[in-house]
């Protein structure tokens, strides 16, 4: 509300250009999935396809920056499970989690529709999934159970997070390498 106050939220070109590649999937000269092929990567505008239909949340950006919410709300979330589960402790994720959202640069893009929020939350959703996945795979850790992540979780958060934004796509090589290692490391066998 604060940068919407200030005329804030679609100030950048790239965030009223991300709703006008949206609306224009169903609502142009040539409506269809072709309209998608932009520079940006799909996900975001699919995402955003049908709300930004309803004219009042295409002129305000209302639906997209709703999907940014959403988005940080997960990479908060994503982010201080990790950190609960692998240090037991409510302090530490608490404070990742808030000195992640006290950021000013990260809550401005959390007031806009652009596509970094949406990077923040489906790659450390996809980190958390993942490196629980791995502990789950191995079995009890440090005397704590398994996590019950489903092994859909990890691959569904890496495949969306490479749908949103190229930036995904070397975080993603990267944490199969590390879980791969771990998973090595930690002598598992593949027979």
């Known amino acids: 509300l604060h940068y919407f106050r200030l005329g804030l939220t679609l100030a950048h070109y790239d965030a009223r250009a991300h709703l006008v590649v949206a609306r224009r999937i169903l609502d142009s000269l040539t409506p269809g999935w072709q309209q998608i092929g932009a520079v940006w990567l799909p996900l975001p505008h699919v995402l955003n396809m049908l709300p930004v239909q309803v004219d009042a949340w ?23 499970a990790m950190l609960l589960r692998t240090t037991g402790s409510i302090i530490a994720a608490l404070t990742g989690a808030a000195l992640l959202m006290i950021n000013p640069n990260v809550l401005y893009l959390q007031s ?47 495949a969306a997070a490479c749908l949103t934004r190229y930036e995904a796509w070397p975080i993603t090589g990267v944490l199969l390498m590390l879980a791969f290692a771990v998973l090595v490391r930690r002598g598992n066998r593949w027979d």
């Not at 997209?64 to 994503?78: F, K, P, Q, T, V």
């Not at 806009?112 to 629980?132: I, K, Q």
């Open 112 to 158: 806009t529709p652009m596509t970094e929020p949406l990077l923040f939350g489906l790659t450390l959703f996809s980190v958390a999934a993942t490196a629980a996945w791995v502990d789950r795979h191995q079995g009890r850790v440090d005397g704590r159970p398994p996590s019950s992540v489903p092994t859909l979780w990890p691959g569904l958060g890496i």
């Open 58 to 80: 295409y002129r305000t950006g209302a639906s997209g920056i709703a999907i940014s919410i959403l988005a940080m709300g997960l990479a908060a979330g994503s982010l201080a």
